[in-house]
């Protein structure tokens, strides 16, 4: 959600996307906690109290938004440098060349970094279940965890994932590796590219002695469970109260005791 200043009235729009239309009836059932970066409503600063939180939706609040403020140098060269102009093309195989550049990477770490932040605030060692979405934060999972430790995360990578000669090419690839390892559960769209994730990471920690089995995988103390075909449908439409403790269970059933439900 959006806040934006109409003829002087604090006014709100619902931005079209895809991701929001899928996942706002979960937030909604499940009357949780949505932390996304604050700024691109005119009103967005005016309508959040002094630590970035408002009630949502603003006809009907059932759950709340937490803001992230960043600088306007942040999401240049977080979101339009390393994450757009770096991952982006790279993932895709696109045919341009992707650019890495130090000060992108400096400004995605931060940024994760500072996302990391703002949700352990939130949590603690308090069990809750945290679904982070895209590619925008790959490192963002093992942050989470270090802060986190009884925290559940799962992540969607909504973008493809290349075979590991391609990814081979970006100078922090086993940062990146490192901090999607830092999961429980890890989504994409096809089991084509959780295949090339697997194989990315089984060459690029070889000498880790990396365990693969099926797709399940284990490379130190780290776990990750792998899935595919978890598309914004079916998260939208599935991951409703009784639906999502079954997932749950599918998957593992501990991560659903940890959660504490049945």
């Given at each position: 959600?959006?806040?934006?200043?109409r003829?002087?009235?604090?006014?709100?729009i619902?931005?079209?996307?895809g991701?929001?239309v899928?996942?706002?009836?979960v937030?909604?059932?499940?009357?949780?906690?949505?932390?996304?970066?604050?700024g691109?409503?005119?009103?967005?600063?005016a309508?959040?109290d002094?630590?970035?939180?408002?009630?949502?939706p603003?006809?009907?609040?059932?759950?709340?938004?937490k803001?992230v403020?960043?600088?306007?140098?942040?999401e240049?060269n977080?979101?339009?440098g390393?994450?757009?102009?770096?991952?982006?093309?790279l993932?895709?195989?696109?045919?341009?060349?992707?650019?890495?550049?130090?000060?992108?990477?400096?400004?995605?770490?931060?940024?994760n970094?500072?996302?990391?932040e703002?949700?352990?605030?939130?949590?603690?060692?308090?069990?809750?279940?945290?679904?982070?979405?895209?590619?925008?934060?790959?490192?963002?999972?093992?942050?989470?965890?270090?802060?986190?430790?009884?925290?559940?995360i799962?992540?969607?990578?909504?973008?493809?994932?290349?075979n590991?000669?391609?990814?081979?090419?970006?100078?922090?690839?086993?940062?990146?590796?490192r901090?999607?390892?830092?999961?429980?559960?890890?989504?994409f769209h096809?089991?084509?590219?959780?295949?090339?994730f697997?194989a990315?990471?089984d060459?690029?920690?070889?000498?880790?002695?990396?365990?693969r089995?099926?797709?399940?995988?284990v490379?130190?103390?780290?776990?990750?469970?792998?899935?595919?075909?978890?598309?914004?449908n079916?998260?939208?439409?599935?991951?409703?109260?009784?639906?999502?403790?079954?997932?749950?269970h599918?998957?593992?059933?501990?991560?659903?005791a940890?959660l504490?439900?049945?």
């Open positions: 959600y959006m806040h934006v200043w003829d002087g009235s604090l006014g709100w619902r931005p079209a996307s991701l929001v899928a996942l706002d009836p937030m909604r059932s499940s009357r949780g906690l949505w932390v996304a970066h604050g691109g409503g005119s009103a967005d600063i309508a959040s002094e630590r970035g939180f408002v009630d949502v603003p006809d009907e609040p059932s759950y709340r938004l803001r403020w960043l600088t306007e140098e942040q240049e977080y979101y339009y390393f994450a757009n102009s770096g991952l982006w093309p993932c895709h195989v696109a045919y341009r060349t992707p650019v890495f550049r130090e000060e992108h990477w400096r400004a995605y770490q931060e940024v970094e500072k996302f990391a703002s949700i352990a605030e939130e949590i603690g060692n308090e069990r809750a279940f945290v679904f982070i979405q895209d590619y925008h934060f790959a490192l963002l999972p093992r942050m989470l965890r270090q802060r986190c430790p009884h925290a559940v799962a992540h969607f990578w909504h973008i493809p994932w290349p590991p000669e391609v990814f081979r090419i970006c100078p922090w690839k086993q940062d990146i590796l901090g999607m390892l830092g999961n429980d559960i890890l989504g096809i089991r084509y590219y959780g295949d090339n697997i990315t990471v060459r690029g920690f070889a000498h880790d002695g990396t365990i089995e099926k797709y399940n995988m490379t130190g103390n780290a776990e990750v469970r792998i899935t595919a075909g978890y598309t914004q079916v998260i939208g439409f599935g991951w409703t109260n009784g639906t999502f403790l079954v997932l749950l599918q998957l593992s059933p501990e991560w659903a940890r504490g439900r049945p």
